[in-house]
């Protein structure tokens, strides 16, 4: 390696994290989902109740004419559906149907192998040191954003 440690670990982390998302997604590939579709199913399993489209927008932090987009699809594939908020007339809620939880099932279960495969290479002691660096830097995110 010619790059020092601190130099070279963005780098190695991203071509890591791209290792694992391409396996996971030539794993899903039957599925026909884009990753900012798996991403607004994982958003709406997250939240406590149903979504209103400007929220989901706000939380993949894309236009709400995009949400309307990947909404459409999601809906036309029966993963999520659209209803009329109570309180709003005007905004719409979205949630994931049965078949959009079971397929959400399926993403995560993909992901994990991606990355149980990528791992398995790393003796357990050095995978579970990993593990606990990463569960590190993300508390320590966590704490600085108030997340």
């Known amino acids: 390696m010619d790059e020092a440690p601190d130099t070279d670990l963005p780098e190695l982390f991203v071509r890591t994290a791209k290792r694992i998302r391409r396996a996971q ?36 932090g894309i236009v709400p004419r995009s949400a309307t987009t990947v909404v459409d699809a999601l809906e036309s594939a029966a993963l999520v559906t659209r209803a009329a908020d109570p309180t709003n007339r005007r905004a719409t809620l979205v949630s994931l149907t049965g078949t959009g939880r079971s397929t ?9 192998k991606a990355a149980e495969n990528l791992f398995a290479t ?23 954003s108030g997340s």
Do not use: K, W
């Open 25 to 60: 997604m030539a794993d899903l590939a039957p599925l026909g989902l884009t990753p900012g579709q798996s991403r607004a199913l994982r958003t709406l399993s997250r939240a406590a109740e149903p979504l209103r489209m400007s929220d989901l927008a706000d939380r993949l």
């Open 122 to 144: 790393l003796p357990p002691a050095r995978r579970e040191t990993l593990r606990e660096i990463l569960a590190e830097l993300d508390a320590n995110a966590s704490e600085r």
């Open 104 to 112: 959400l099932a399926r993403i995560d279960a993909a992901r994990r």
